[in-house]
C-alpha cells in the first residue's frame, strides 16, 4: 500500500515568509508525528497527534511553528515569518497506534530559508 | 547531557567486515530500543527493536541492549555496499509520544 508521503518535496523561501508544509499518513493511521532534521542530526520531535488533536506538542520552538489535523488524516504544519535557522528536513510520520515506537516516515520536506 | 549520545562517524569498512554500531541512554525510562536505517534523502525506516535488555537477531543484524550501563549496540555481520546508510538509534518507553534520536552514525561499506 501508499507509504507517508510529504508535498513539497522541497521548498525555497525567503526570509520573514509563511510557509505550509503537507503530510498525507498511511490509511488507517490514527497517530502522526512531525519531526525536524538539521544536517548530520537526528530527527528532533516537533509534535504528535492522536486523531485530531495534538497530545504533546512540547516539541515546537517557538509560536511561529503551528500543526492542524483537522480531519485526523491529512496534516499541515505551518510556519510563519521564517528564519534562516528554520532550513532543515521536515520529516512526516504516523503509526496505526496510539504513541508507538514503530513509526512509519515519509521521505520529508527540504526547507531553505533565504 | 544529551538524552541519546551516538558516534556520529563517518565510518567506513570494507565489504564483509562486521560493523558495530554504538548508543548511550540516560533515561532509565526506555523499555524499547530501535534502530532506523536512514538512505540518502530518504525518510527513516525501522530496522529493528528490542525490548529491555538483551539480545536480539534478525538475519545479519544483531542488537544488543544493556541496560545496567544503558548501551545500546547493533552489530552487521557481512556487511553489504547496500548496508551503506545512516543509522540512528531511538529508544522509546511505553506512553512516550515521541522517539528521542541519536545523531546518527553514517556508515559506508566500500566494495
Known amino acids: 500500500g501508499a507509504g507517508v508521503s510529504q508535498t513539497p518535496s522541497n521548498k525555497v523561501t525567503e526570509k520573514g515568509k509563511y510557509v505550509e508544509l503537507r503530510c498525507d499518513p498511511i490509511?488507517?493511521?490514527?497517530?502522526l508525528y512531525w519531526y525536524r532534521q538539521s544536517l548530520g542530526q537526528g530527527p528532533e520531535f516537533l509534535i504528535y497527534?492522536?486523531?485530531?488533536?495534538?497530545?504533546?506538542d512540547s516539541g515546537l520552538p517557538n509560536d511561529r511553528f503551528f500543526a492542524v489535523r483537522p480531519e485526523g488524516s491529512v496534516s499541515t504544519l505551518k510556519i510563519q515569518r521564517t528564519e534562516r535557522g528554520d532550513s532543515a528536513v521536515y520529516l512526516c510520520a504516523s503509526s496505526p497506534d496510539r504513541g508507538s515506537g514503530t513509526q512509519y516516515f515519509g521521505p520529508g520536506t527540504r526547507l531553505l530559508v533565504l | 547531557q544529551k538524552e541519546v549520545e551516538q558516534d556520529p562517524g563517518p565510518l567506513s569498512v570494507p565489504e564483509g567486515a562486521i560493523v558495530s554500531l554504538n548508543c548511550t541512554y540516560s533515561?532509565?525510562?526506555?523499555?524499547?530500543f530501535m534502530w532506523y536505517r536512514q538512505y540518502s534523502r530518504k525518510g527513516p525506516e525501522l530496522l529493528m527493536y528490542t525490548y529491555s535488555s538483551g539480545n536480539k537477531e534478525d538475519g545479519r543484524f544483531t542488537a544488543q541492549v544493556d541496560k545496567s550501563s544503558k548501551y545500546i549496540s547493533l552489530f552487521i555481520r557481512d556487511s553489504q555496499p547496500s548496508d551503506s546508510a545512516t543509522y540512528l538509534c531511538a529508544p522509546w518507553g511505553r506512553g512516550a509520544q515521541k522517539l528521542v534520536f541519536g545523531q546518527g552514525t553514517r556508515l559506508t561499506i566500500n566494495p
Open positions: 497527534f492522536q486523531g485530531t488533536g495534538a497530545a504533546d
Open positions: 490509511s488507517g493511521h490514527t497517530a
Open positions: 533515561n532509565s525510562a526506555f523499555q524499547y
